[in-house]
């Protein structure tokens, strides 16, 4: 299995950018799909990007799409979540995620199917 510890959190005035990092311990960190996720205060957790595992491909929600870009670095163990022109909305938990077993070139997008899960970095953004 693998172990995801969340980084970069904090307070960021709107318009600001921060960066997310989600570092993996235990087995081979190229084995697995990753993801990141959000949940605000009273609202489910929800889709924000993944990343395959080669970190070809790459998919975003709608609500970040042109803002935040999802990269890895297999040498490192290491996925990051660069978000840019950063929104009161975006104020959240982002939790990083990984999805095992996962062919080399999809992207995991639900919830459901991700197998591991970071404690989560609070996110919040002063308007």
């Known amino acids: 299995q693998v172990q995801l510890v969340e980084s970069g959190g904090g307070l960021v005035q709107a318009g600001g950018s921060a960066r997310l990092s989600c570092a993996a311990s235990?087995?081979?960190?190229?084995?697995?799909?990753m993801g990141w996720f959000r949940q605000a205060p009273g609202k489910e957790r929800e889709f924000v990007g993944g990343i395959s595992r080669t970190g070809t491909r790459k998919n975003y929600a709608d609500s970040v799409k042109g803002r935040f870009t999802i990269s890895r670095d297999n040498a490192r163990n290491t996925m990051y979540l660069q978000m840019n022109s950063l929104k009161p909305e975006d104020t959240a938990v982002y939790y990083c995620?990984?999805?095992?077993?996962?062919?080399?070139?999809?992207?995991?997008?639900?919830?459901?199917?991700?197998?591991?899960w970071g404690q989560g970095t609070q996110v919040t953004v002063s308007s």
């Open positions: 235990g087995r081979t960190f190229s084995m697995y799909a």
């Open positions: 995620a990984a999805d095992e077993g996962v062919s080399s070139l999809l992207v995991t997008t639900t919830l459901n199917e991700y197998d591991y």
